[in-house]
């Protein structure tokens, strides 16, 4: 079984991995490069009017872009083995799992990680009000950790007790708060913020969603073929 998660794994999180490197240059990485110059200097707001609402921004750069991309793959490679582990788990006790049902996983795994928390602590920009890294790293594990145990009691759990724990523990974490700044004093624009905030979900959701769809199907042939 081992062999069938890493070889699955390897092969949906590098396909999709591809995708989201990607996307990330495509769409996030210019919003980086233009709020970069906000947190350094080079751009400044003046009441309301950017000094430059469209500066030219560095081009493509092999050493900066190409290790970019190559974190991208393995963090997608990471996220892929999660995923397909969690699938044989569910696999050795009558869940089936194909492409279309792998999708679903994926959209899961899309929510636990990326959207759930962003519903309180956002995707943010170089430049924005700075909190205690620790504080957010901790809330973060938190809030997935408690969003996935939701979605697995409500997948698979029987009965209104598991479906009021997850209702508990999807609501438990925003209940309590992410941690905020004291004062929302970054020096970004808060169009350019959105956007990025915006733009990281989208590319979230489209590497999740094809990581469970190519983690269900490598898995499904792996399986047809021992």
Same mark, same amino acid.
């Given at each position: 079984m081992f062999s069938r998660i890493v070889t699955s794994a390897l092969l949906a999180g590098f396909c999709a991995g591809l995708l989201a490197a990607l996307l990330q240059l495509m769409f996030l990485q210019p919003v980086l490069l233009h709020a970069e110059l906000f947190e350094t200097g080079k751009l400044v707001h003046f009441g309301g009017q950017l000094a430059d609402a469209h500066p030219d921004l560095p081009g493509f750069d092999l050493m900066r872009d190409g290790l970019s991309a190559l974190f991208w793959t393995l963090l997608q490679v990471g996220y892929a083995l999660i995923l397909v582990a969690c699938m044989a788990f569910a696999a050795e006790r009558g869940v089936v799992i194909d492409a279309r049902r792998g999708l679903l996983w994926g959209l899961a795994g899309f929510i636990a990680v990326q959207f759930a928390p962003a519903f309180s602590l956002p995707p943010e920009v170089p430049g924005a009000a700075y909190v205690d890294l620790t504080a957010r790293q901790v809330w973060w594990w938190g809030t997935a950790i408690a969003t996935a145990v939701a979605m697995a009691l409500i997948a698979f759990g029987t009965g209104a007790g598991m479906w009021g724990a997850a =209702? =508990?523990?999807?609501?438990? #974490?925003?209940?309590? @708060?992410? #941690?905020?700044?004291?004062?929302?004093? @970054?020096?970004v624009p808060p169009e350019l913020a959105s956007m990025f905030a915006a733009r990281a979900l989208g590319v979230g959701l489209a590497s999740w969603a094809l990581t469970g769809l190519l983690g269900g199907y490598f898995w499904q042939r792996e399986n047809a073929g021992s």
């Open positions: =209702v =508990v523990l999807l609501l438990a #974490p925003h209940l309590i @708060g992410a #941690p905020q700044p004291e004062a929302f004093a @970054g020096s």
